[in-house]
């Protein structure tokens, strides 16, 4: 099978999950490694105010959390760090790390996983939900109907 030379959509049309019932998290599947067969995902973050992430560490794989809006803190082993638009943060395997929005607004950040690690398919099995005004609003996003999903192969 060969696959797609690229893949153009709209970020609003992409399916929205919550991993479990009463989660204060939900992520917007930007590239799904299920239907993209890609090594990676990248979601959408969004932290619900005073959400946070469960203390974790990743066998192999590296993630990077890109802060576009809100205010929170990152727990790293030991260190508690302040994060805010413009923080990247990279996370190597192998050590304990959460997120948690300390601010007053919704907390939303751009995580990619790579390797996967299985990731996608906990997001996927969750719970669907959506954007709401408030998410548009912030991120500047219209919702686009007519946008689909375009591949194509050389």
Same mark, same amino acid.
């Given at each position: 099978?060969?696959?797609?030379?690229?893949?153009?959509?709209?970020?609003?049309?992409?399916?929205?999950?919550?991993?479990?019932?009463?989660?204060?998290?939900?992520?917007?599947?930007?590239?799904?490694?299920?239907?993209?067969?890609?090594?990676?995902?990248?979601?959408?973050?969004?932290?619900?105010?005073?959400?946070?992430?469960?203390?974790?560490?990743?066998?192999?794989?590296? @993630?990077? &959390?890109?802060? !576009?809006?809100?205010? #929170?803190?990152?727990? /790293?082993?030991? =260190?508690?760090?302040?994060?805010?638009? %413009?923080?990247?943060?990279?996370?190597?395997?192998?050590?304990?790390?959460?997120?948690?929005?300390?601010?007053?607004?919704?907390?939303?950040?751009?995580?990619?996983?790579?390797?996967? @690690?299985? &990731?996608?398919? !906990?997001?996927?099995? #969750?719970?669907?939900? /959506?954007?709401? =005004?408030?998410?548009?609003?912030?991120? %500047?996003?219209?919702?686009?109907?007519?946008?689909?999903?375009?591949?194509?192969?050389?």
């Amino acid at each position: 099978m060969t696959l797609p030379v690229f893949t153009h959509l709209h970020a609003s049309n992409c399916p929205v999950f919550r991993i479990g019932a009463g989660e204060t998290n939900k992520f917007v599947v930007l590239v799904d490694p299920l239907i993209e067969q890609t090594g990676f995902i990248m979601v959408l973050e969004i932290f619900d105010v005073g959400g946070f992430t469960p203390p974790n560490q990743h066998r192999a794989a590296e @993630e990077v &959390f890109v802060v !576009l809006h809100g205010q #929170g803190q990152a727990c /790293v082993g030991e =260190e508690m760090l302040n994060i805010q638009p %413009g923080t990247v943060l990279l996370l190597r395997p192998g050590h304990a790390h959460a997120v948690r929005n300390t601010g007053q607004t919704r907390l939303y950040c751009l995580t990619t996983m790579v390797p996967d @690690e299985d &990731f996608a398919m !906990l997001i996927t099995n #969750g719970i669907k939900d /959506v954007l709401d =005004e408030q998410d548009h609003a912030v991120l %500047g996003w219209t919702s686009s109907p007519g946008s689909h999903q375009i591949s194509s192969s050389e």
